[in-house]
């Protein structure tokens, strides 16, 4: 695991073909506990922002299909400051799965990054991790498919779970509809392996009573082939892209649109 005191706290290769370097940072929580951050540092600074990646609920810090992987990997070529972070309980973390936990790891991060003097911070969140917008007030916020809580609530009955007095323990689905697939698509799960997937029900409960409301600093980003995605003055909707985002069209698409609104707040393109 990467957290395990074998580790070495920071590991820094440059790649071939690389313009950054990739390093891994161990950060301290309190308490003993810590976690890994997966940092790409330009080789050559052309930004004095950051891009942090914080992935779905069932995602490592790569993101399903590497869709974070890869968009890291173009802003860091293009020399912006990246993170990738495995929130606590998701991904290699082990983590309790708390959200003042992931709370807890955005202000280390702030800390990090302050200590780089790097104040100006964009999210860019997948699934569940949206709820984390909030606590990000120095950048743009960029959501793609976020957390849906009435699609959350009214899909939660129908899903087949075996019974456990403290776990939710969902069952591979036999059949999926593409709804379905947007309800796990939504939290950062994807679909077909949800079997072996082991969620504490006070976790559970916390999600299904969070007042979770967009803030006006958030941009939602969809694909239009989500049967359940909303345009408003703060969305983008990728008119031609799967709605899971898994073609590397998708990922340009992402990057594009993620860029170009950064570009109109703060003025320099990468």
Known sequence: MLNSSSQKEERSTQLPDYDYLPKLHNL?????????????QPLVKLSNFCVVFLPGLGEARSGLNYLF?????????????TIQVDLAGCGESTLPLERKMWI????????????KEIFNVHF??????????????????FSICP???????SWLPKINV???????????????????????????????????????????????NFN??????TISIFSKCDPFHYQS???????????????????????????????????KEL
Not at 72 to 81: R, Y
């Open 212 to 217: 979770f409301v967009p803030s006006k600093e």
């Open 69 to 81: 992987s890869s968009l890291s990997h173009k802003f860091a070529n293009k020399g912006c400051l």
């Open 233 to 267: 003055e703060q969305s983008i909707i990728l008119e031609n892209s799967h709605p899971f985002f898994l073609l590397d069209s998708d990922k340009d698409a992402l990057f594009n649109e993620i860029n170009t609104k950064i570009i109109g707040n703060y003025g």
């Open 28 to 40: 301290k929580l309190g308490s003993g506990l810590s976690f890994y951050i997966f940092e790409k």
């Open 147 to 153: 957390f849906d809580p009435d699609l959350f609530k």
């Open 162 to 208: 075996v019974s456990h007095p403290t776990l939710w323990l969902p069952q591979n689905p036999e059949c999926l509809c593409l709804e379905e697939e947007i309800f796990w698509y939504r939290l950062g799960i994807e679909a077909g392996c949800v079997g072996g997937l082991s969620i504490s029900k006070d976790f559970l409960s916390e999600i299904s």
């Open 124 to 141: 860019v969140t997948k699934g569940l991790s949206s709820i984390l917008n909030e606590h990000n007030q120095n950048g743009l916020n």
């Open 104 to 115: 807890a790891q955005l202000e280390a991060i702030k800390q990090h990054l302050n200590k």
